[in-house]
């Protein structure tokens, strides 16, 4: 599955050109996105699984704030203490792959993660954090990929062995702190008095000096989710 995540912001500013930027699933199986409060990280996560609905595959989504961004899309959905069950749901789908030996391709969306893991007390926080670890570890030979989303995902969410399994960190939003850009863009320097225009964010894939990426302008957001509610219904019935 190849995503489409956006497009070279200088390019497309400087000469009319939308270079795309993609993300190669098969290659790197897990995406963070992060960002500023209204940066934009909501529509372009939206924008994501949009063309995985059209690609008809295997979703969960967990949305530990419980806005009106995520509901009604799957049939796998949790909010607040529900988010439990959907990380276990996907674990243990995970765990039967491995278990046959099988692949699948499956995605779990979670909004808000930092503040789920950050709700538990050590124990549960360690085995929440064991199953994460398996996961990112060990899913892109089985076909599970994680697509995590948090305003910040600072080392006592997310630790470096971890976090660099997410091979492609995007940072939505007009500025970024020095703790988040050392946090996700630790090997490049960013000019941090730069503001970006709306719907910029940073953005490192492997191997790659980080790149400033524009998402499309989509100009009723709310369509965008009432499309998601729509392709859910068609595919999941
Ligand atoms: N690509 C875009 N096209 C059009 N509008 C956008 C785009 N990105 C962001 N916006 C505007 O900015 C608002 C905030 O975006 P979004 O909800 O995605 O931010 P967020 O980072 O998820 O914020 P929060 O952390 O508060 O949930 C949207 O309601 C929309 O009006």
Redesign the pocket.
Known sequence: MIIKLGYVHEKWQQSGIKVPIYWKVEKVPHLLIS?E????????SQFIINQLMSAHKDILIADYKAGSDWDNIVPDYGEYAGCDNIINTFYNSFVNTITKKEVAEKYLIFDEFSSFSLSKDTREFKELMAKISHIAFMGRSFGYHLIFIS?QFNAKVLDTAIRDQFGIKLY?GSTISTESANMLFPNSEINKGIHLP??CGYVSLPEREVDVIQ????SK?QRLKELLIKKGKSYFD
Not at 37 to 43: A, E, R
Not at 215 to 218: D, E, L
């Open positions: 960002g409060t209204g940066g934009g990280k909501t529509i372009l305003q939505m709306k719907c998402i499309p302008y989509i957001p």
